[in-house]
């Protein structure tokens, strides 16, 4: 097994005149779920499409398993899974009858198909859901059903873009069990999201991706050690967040951080400690909009 499942250098990508990739290096160890987290059109669904031969690059390097993306691509093709891939799930069949068809597509005998089908099914725990035209799924069911069918080959890698968009708590923890359980069988999986916590609850390591560079990398951990250890909320009177400031959360410093807001912020102004999160982290680097400048 390669030591890193995914490995890009300097990568770029422009459209047109628009720089979407301005460098990207990233190195994702085989095995483990690495998240990419980023605002809208940071370049996520670029560098997937990218490391997934579907686009090209305009300079850099990547490999996934070992292969060259831009030399190797059928090498490459068949070391990933990509959710989506098979966008030709037929509404009108049931689930059961749609994974079957993928399993024949490709490859497997009838025998295999329907042993390939009923495991994949139990996995997704789409059992009851397989026997269902698919047109009647929920959103949840249908993202499983999507994920499943580009299960059917065992691949090294697979690649994520946004799993868990659009779907409700439960769905989305469901989904983040089966990830987990992916893992477990030695899969690396890499996923886009621009949700703070599912990057926080599953990712071994997370990249932040901001005007087309990885601003960081690190564990969750590790990105929320770096923003600072704590952070000194102020609210008003009806709990409305005033401010946040990172701070080490020593008396020295709480005290010198309140003294320079205090004239700024009503008499009444409430203060808590907290611990960051990663929406602070988020928050600090990229260029969204910051808290503080949002509500000032
Ligand atoms: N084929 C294309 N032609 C022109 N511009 C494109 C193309 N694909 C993407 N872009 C632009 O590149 C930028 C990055 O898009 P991309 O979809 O990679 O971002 P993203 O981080 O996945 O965003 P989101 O979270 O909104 O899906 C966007 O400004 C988008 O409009």
């Known amino acids: 097994m ?9 990568l770029k990508k422009s459209f047109g005149k628009q720089v979407v990739l301005d460098g990207v290096d990233l190195s994702v160890p085989s095995g483990s779920i690495y998240a990419l987290l980023g605002p809208n059109g940071a370049g996520k669904t670029t560098l997937i499409n990218i490391l997934s031969t579907l686009t090209a690059a305009d300079a850099g390097e990547a490999r996934i398993a070992g292969y060259n993306v831009f030399a190797e691509k059928t090498k490459v093709k068949s070391s990933i899974s990509l959710t989506g891939q098979f966008a030709a799930v037929d509404e009108m ?8 068809m993928i399993c024949r597509l490709s490859g ?8 390939r089908t009923a495991e994949l099914l139990k996995q997704f725990e789409l059992e009851a859901a397989g026997k269902k035209r698919v047109k009647s799924y929920s959103g949840g069911m249908r993202r499983r059903l999507d994920l499943a069918v580009s299960l059917v080959v065992d691949r090294p890698v697979l690649f994520l873009d946004e799993p868990t968009t659009g779907l409700d708590t439960i769905s989305r923890q469901t989904l983040w069990k089966i ?13 886009t999201t621009q ?3 599912e990057a926080d609850q599953l990712a071994d390591k997370i990249s932040v991706i901001d005007g087309g560079r990885i601003v960081a990398t690190g564990t969750a951990a590790e990105l929320k050690a770096r923003f600072g250890e ?9 709990e409305a967040l005033l401010r946040t400031v990172a701070t080490s959360g020593t008396i020295a410093d709480v005290r010198q951080a309140l003294s320079e807001l205090a004239p700024l912020l009503p008499p009444d102004a409430r203060v ?20 503080e400048e949002s509500i000032s």
């Not at 069949?93 to 079957?100: A, F, P, Q, S, Y």
């Not at 497997?108 to 042993?115: F, G, T």
């Not at 704590?230 to 009806?238: G, K, M, P, S, T």
């Not at 602070?280 to 808290?291: G, I, N």
């Open 195 to 197: 949700y703070l916590e």
């Open 93 to 100: 069949l049931t689930g059961e009858e749609n994974m079957r």
């Open 108 to 115: 497997l005998s009838p025998a295999e198909s329907k042993a």
């Open 230 to 238: 704590e952070v000194i909320e102020l609210r008003d009177r009806n």
């Open 272 to 291: 808590s400690l907290r611990k960051p999160s990663m929406d602070d982290v988020f928050l600090a680097l990229t260029s969204q909009p910051r808290l």
């Open 179 to 191: 990830i987990l359980r992916l893992k477990e069988r030695g899969v690396t999986v890499f996923l």
């Open 2 to 10: 390669y030591p890193f499942a995914i490995e890009t250098k300097g």
